[in-house]
C-alpha cells in the first residue's frame, strides 16, 4: 500500500518560512515525479513545485518563483519544499503527489498524478 504524508505545516508570519515534508511508503520517491500542490478555501487546486524523475528538473509558477525550493532526500524516501518569504496568499492546505514517470518530465496536471497525501495546512499570518 502507498502513502504519502505530509508534515510540517502550522503558522508563520509573513516574511517567514516553513519547510514542508512528504514522506512515502510503498513506492520508491526517487523513481517518480513529485509536485507539490496546494488549495485555499473556494479555489482550485495549484501547483507550486515540481520535480522530475532524476531531480534534474524543477519547475515553479510565478507566484512561488524565488521563494520556494524543492528538493529530494532519497536516502530517506522524502521530499521537500522550502518555502521562504511567506504571504498571506500563501495560505493553503499544501499537498504532495507522486506519479511514475519514465519520461523525466515535469507534470503539472494534478489529475495526471497517481498518488496524493492527505494534505498538511499552511496559515500565513501577522
Known amino acids: 500500500q502507498v502513502t504519502l504524508v505530509e508534515s510540517g505545516g502550522g503558522l508563520a508570519q509573513p516574511g517567514g518560512s516553513l519547510r514542508l515534508s512528504c514522506a512515502a511508503s510503498?513506492?520508491?520517491?526517487?523513481?517518480?515525479?513529485v509536485g507539490w500542490f496546494r488549495q485555499a478555501p473556494g479555489k482550485e487546486r495549484e501547483g507550486v513545485a515540481f520535480t522530475s524523475v532524476k531531480n534534474g528538473k524543477t519547475y515553479y509558477p510565478d507566484s512561488v518563483k524565488g521563494r520556494f525550493t524543492i528538493s529530494r532526500d532519497n536516502a530517506k524516501n522524502t521530499v521537500y519544499l522550502q518555502m521562504n518569504d511567506l504571504k498571506p496568499e500563501d495560505t493553503a492546505l499544501y499537498y504532495c503527489?507522486?506519479?511514475?514517470?519514465?519520461?523525466?518530465?515535469?507534470?503539472?496536471?494534478?489529475?495526471?498524478?497517481?498518488?496524493w497525501g492527505q494534505g498538511t495546512q499552511v496559515t500565513v499570518s501577522a
Open positions: 503527489a507522486a506519479k511514475d514517470d519514465p519520461f523525466n518530465t515535469i507534470v503539472v496536471i494534478p489529475r495526471s498524478y497517481d498518488y
Open positions: 510503498g513506492l520508491i520517491l526517487a523513481d517518480h515525479a
